[in-house]
T-cell receptor, first 115, second 115 residues
Framework: GAVVSQHPSWVICKSGTSVKIECRSL??????MFWYRQFPKQSLMLMATSNEGSKATYEQGVEKDKFLINHASLTLSTLTVTSAHPEDSSFYIC???????????FGPGTRLLVL | GDSVTQMEGPVTLSEEAFLTINCTYT??????LFWYVQYPGEGLQLLLKATKADDKGSNKGFEATYRKETTSFHLEKGSVQVSDSAVYFCALNPYSGAGSYQLTFGKGTKLSVIP
């Protein structure tokens, strides 16, 4: 149980375009979802925390207008990288927590390459 | 603020060797502690966790004991396998009860096991 999926797993896009990444909890309801960014050989950097039905809370230094997060249901959150640039190339990972628990379950990640 | 410090990697071991990856933390209150594992090209998987002092988390031959007196949560395995090669992340959640799920991660320790 507690499976989280992400789609797509790989995306290559041109500079200036927008990319949407989906995060789904497949077998549980996730009140809270998290979005992380991971640079090569580094730890995860929390970008934002989203609760179903409310606006996401962004970490300091993360541009909310550039990284749009929507958590429309208890099983789906989306991250849209708007007007992507090469410096946005990274590994984006989401995680989800069940309503009554504290353990975060992670998705497999989405590798974004902006040309 | 809360922080997690892991031993610097990479760590290279021969198959069947004993593994220890040190992790210490700084937190106010009584955090929950976690070890996550990341295999190449994948997202994070929860390896084990402990929610209160003196608890021992265990999974797949790995163990870690929550030591409040030394603020440590060292990961150990008696006999590593090539398939254990991965990056290991220590993490804490500052509150042990439901209501706050934000994780603070260590920088990760890369383990390579050679036949």
């Amino acid at each position: 149980g507690a499976v989280v999926s992400q789609h797509p797993s790989w995306v290559i896009c041109k500079s200036g375009t927008s990319v949407k990444i989906e995060c789904r909890s497949l077998d549980f309801q996730a009140t809270t979802m998290f979005w992380y960014r991971q640079f090569p050989k580094q730890s995860l950097m929390l970008m934002a925390t989203s609760n179903e039905g409310s606006k996401a809370t962004y970490e300091q230094g993360v541009e909310k207008d550039k990284f749009l997060i929507n958590h429309a249901s208890l099983t789906l959150s989306t991250l849209t990288v708007t007007s992507a640039h090469p410096e946005d190339s990274s590994f984006y990972i989401c995680s989800a927590s069940q309503t009554s628990g504290e353990t975060q379950y992670f998705g497999p990640g989405t590798r974004l390459l902006v040309l | 603020g809360d922080s997690v410090t892991q031993m610097e990697g990479p760590v290279t071991l021969s198959e069947e060797a004993f593994l220890t990856i040190n992790c210490t933390y700084t937190a106010t209150g009584y955090p929950s502690l976690f070890w996550y594992v990341q295999y190449p090209g994948e997202g994070l998987q929860l390896l084990l966790k402990a929610t209160k002092a003196d608890d021992k988390g265990s999974n797949k031959g790995f163990e870690a004991t929550y030591r409040k007196e030394t603020t440590s949560f060292h990961l150990e395995k008696g006999s590593v396998q090539v398939s254990d090669s991965a990056v290991y992340f220590c993490a804490l959640n500052p509150y042990s009860g439901a209501g706050s799920y934000q994780l603070t991660f260590g920088k990760g320790t890369k383990l390579s096991v050679i036949p």
